[in-house]
């Protein structure tokens, strides 16, 4: 049986998070959104698809960088409300050149860089 997006719980803008996990290591790489054409778009290509709030347009990721993340497995969570796509990253995921977007810590008060960018 096909998966049917219309079954994910979407917030009031038809969006839902979805968070980037490396395969192998479950390193956390990014967070970002999908709407129900961009989750039916990654299963179907096995390319992540995410849907840019900003700029209101689809991207798959690494189309432009080259840093693609090819999907491995989508999962959902219990509420049917979030997303991990675990994928196998080439190259940085984060658009400042480095492996993971979460790479600051906030440590006594101050912020800590905690990776410098490839």
Partial sequence: ????????????????????????????????????????????????????????????????SGHVQELVDLRMDCDKDCLLAIVRQSGPACHTNRRSCFYTSISEGSEVELMSPE
Avoid at 33 to 55: D, F, G, H, L, P
């Fill in 1 to 64: 049986m096909a998966f049917d997006p219309a079954t994910l719980t979407f917030n009031e803008a038809g969006l839902i998070p979805v968070i980037a996990q490396a395969e192998g290591s479950g390193e956390v790489l990014m967070m970002a959104w999908m709407n129900a054409q961009a989750v039916a778009r990654t299963i179907e290509s096995r390319k992540v698809t995410y849907w840019s709030r900003s700029r209101s347009v689809f991207w798959v990721k690494g189309e432009t």
